[in-house]
């Protein structure tokens, strides 16, 4: 099975990113053939900045790299390096309906919080379309927001294949229903948007501050607590194993300690589990030249499959 992502390479990640989507990323890479890439060329919709485009590229290099990808089980690439997605970005958008693009949520929302209605932001999903089609997908991760785009690159890929034969596999999304969205500081789901995160790569003081800020209510210390209602247990849950979970379960039943408590405990389960993940991304962030050699090896097989692909395309289409 041929799955496929992009990462849009957008500042800090949480601990929601990780454990909602992330995580089983890597563990996709032992049943499933990956692509997996950082979306550049996406992120200059929102960021045209190129100092801080490619230190955002780097930084999501090496954070997927310390998080496991394994660029000897995985293509892992940067978009930007494959130009003939690009190229067939332009084929495909003469088989895309303006009115299917009119009919994004993505964009619509977009231009609703403020960003500038351009033509790249418009013509986003005909770009996501090359990256799914390119590859021969059959399956794309994706979050509810993106199930969309995925429907889209399905309905260019039909218009093309109609005029053209069976030139596209035609992808599907894969929405892991049965994951719990994790919640933020303030209970809500967490998410950059909404300044409730806490962050994977920070440095330890704001962690701390993070920890600090989750809301809880205000019974006192010596009384008992239901955990299943405190935002603390339900995000300390997802570094602790039953028994781990069961302990935490009776102190809070116990009473005797306050959410204080319990916050610094949680601080110690989140340093503990991403230690040698944060030492990793540092150590990467330090080797620029070697973090270049690995997005260099992914592009290069990424390249010969798009190469392929392209040759039977360019016959079609007449260059
Ligand atoms: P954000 O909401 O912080 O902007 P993104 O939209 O960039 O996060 O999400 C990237 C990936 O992480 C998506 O696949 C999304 O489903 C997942 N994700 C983000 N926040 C959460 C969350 N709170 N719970 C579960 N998954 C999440
Ligand atoms: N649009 C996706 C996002 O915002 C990133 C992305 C770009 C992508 N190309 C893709 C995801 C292809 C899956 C497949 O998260």
Not at 64 to 83: A, C, E, N, R
Not at 288 to 299: I, N, Q, R, T
């Amino acid at each position: 099975m041929r799955v496929l992502t992009g990462i849009q390479p957008s500042g800090d990640l949480h601990i929601g990113n990780y454990f909602g989507a992330i995580k089983q990323m890597i563990d996709a890479q032992n049943t499933s053939e990956m692509f997996i890439f950082i979306a550049n060329y996406h992120a200059m919709t929102s960021l045209q900045n190129g100092e801080k485009l490619k230190e955002n590229s780097i930084k999501a290099a090496a954070a997927f790299l310390s998080f496991g990808i394994d660029p000897q089980k995985s293509v892992f690439w940067l978009q930007s390096d494959v130009k003939e997605v690009m190229e067939l970005y332009w084929i495909l958008s003469q088989f895309t309906p303006m009115g299917l693009l009119e009919r994004a949520h993505s964009y619509k929302d977009k231009i609703a919080k403020g960003l500038s209605a351009s033509h790249g932001l418009f013509s986003y999903p005909v770009l996501m379309a090359a990256d799914i089609l390119l590859f021969d997908t059959q399956l794309v991760p994706v979050g509810k927001d993106q199930i969309q785009h995925v429907e889209i690159a399905r309905d260019i890929a039909l218009k093309v294949n109609n005029e053209w034969g069976e030139i596209f596999i035609l992808p599907e999304a894969k929405i892991n229903e049965d994951l719990a969205v994790i919640v933020g500081t303030d209970g809500a789901k967490m998410s950059k948007s909404y300044k409730n995160t806490i962050d994977i790569f920070n440095d330890d003081k704001t962690l701390k501050k993070q920890i600090s800020s989750i809301v809880t209510d205000s019974t006192a210390l010596e009384d008992p607590k239901n955990p299943e209602e405190c935002n603390v247990f339900k995000i300390a849950k997802l570094f602790l194993d039953n028994e781990g979970q069961e302990n935490l379960r009776n102190r809070y039943l116990k009473g005797g300690e306050g959410y204080g408590h319990f916050k610094m405990y949680l601080n110690e389960l989140v340093i503990d589990y991403f230690k040698e993940i944060r030492e990793k991304y540092n150590e990467l962030l330090n080797k620029p030249s070697y973090l270049k050699e690995v997005l260099d090896f992914g592009a290069s097989k990424a390249r010969k499959i798009a190469q392929e692909k392209m040759q039977k395309i360019y016959t079609k289409i007449g260059l």
